[in-house]
């Protein structure tokens, strides 16, 4: 079974700050991982996806990066902003039954102005 | 492009009384999977499907039926509602491709059961 563990659980900065989530996994043996914003009351919102084979990927402002030797992920946030608050979620999958995700139970970041 | 459509948006049954809760994709995606989320919990999942005809159990199936009937959709039945069953659920699909298998997930269906 895959672990997910999200550190920290709750993150509170003011604007401007570059920020990093961790993400950590126990099984190497992962497919990919992908990374999620969830507002409050809202669904989740795909970010980045990193492949097994990829190191890391960038999407604007935020940028993921994948060492599955150490079994981590980080989600970097550079010049955060106040509508970067919301739950980030990271999860992975393994490459025997893709169609299944194991979820960290999120990181809650509050951007204050 | 509708992505990933659940309906209803909220909903409030009484203990024992059955429902379903509705999921569809329109992305030709073979993968589809129920998740809830409960606070402190995290997302767990229910069940999971690779394809028309074929499902599997998650982690707390209990108390929840699926079936497959076609590529679109895929309903999640609770069968006799629980108070334990208080909970936002979330459908989500994906592809099997070697080069994504980005996972799409709807809105969610907030459920209170009395």
């Known amino acids: 079974k895959q672990e997910v563990t999200q550190i920290p659980a709750a993150l509170s900065v003011p604007e401007g700050e570059n920020l990093v989530l961790n993400c950590s996994f126990t099984?190497?043996?992962?497919?990919?991982l992908q990374w999620f914003r969830q507002d409050p009351g809202k669904g989740l919102t795909s970010l980045l996806l990193i492949q097994s084979s990829q190191r890391e990927q960038t999407s604007g402002r935020l940028n993921a990066s994948l060492d599955k030797s150490s079994g981590r992920s980080t989600l970097y946030i550079a010049a955060s902003q106040p509508g970067d608050s919301a739950t980030y979620l990271c999860?992975?999958?393994?490459?025997?039954?893709?169609?299944?995700?194991?979820f960290g139970r999120g990181t809650q970041l509050t951007v204050w102005p | 492009n509708a992505g990933v459509t659940q309906t209803p948006k909220f909903q409030v049954l009484k203990t024992g009384q059955s429902m379903t809760l509705q999921c569809a994709q329109d992305?030709?995606?073979?993968?589809m999977s129920w998740y809830r989320q409960d606070p402190g919990m995290g997302l767990r999942l229910i069940h999971y499907s690779v394809g028309a005809g074929i499902t599997d159990q998650g982690e707390v199936p209990n108390g929840y039926n699926v079936s497959r009937s076609t590529t679109e959709d895929f309903p999640l039945r609770l069968l006799s509602a629980a108070p334990s069953q208080t909970s936002v659920y979330f459908c989500?699909?994906?592809?099997?491709?070697?080069?994504?298998?980005?996972?799409?997930f709807g809105q969610g269906t907030r459920l209170t059961v009395v």
């Open positions: 999860a992975a999958n393994r490459g025997s039954t893709l169609g299944r995700l194991y």
């Open positions: 989500a699909s994906s592809s099997p491709s070697q080069t994504n298998t980005e996972a799409f």
């Open positions: 099984d190497s043996a992962i497919y990919n």
């Open positions: 992305m030709n995606h073979e993968y």
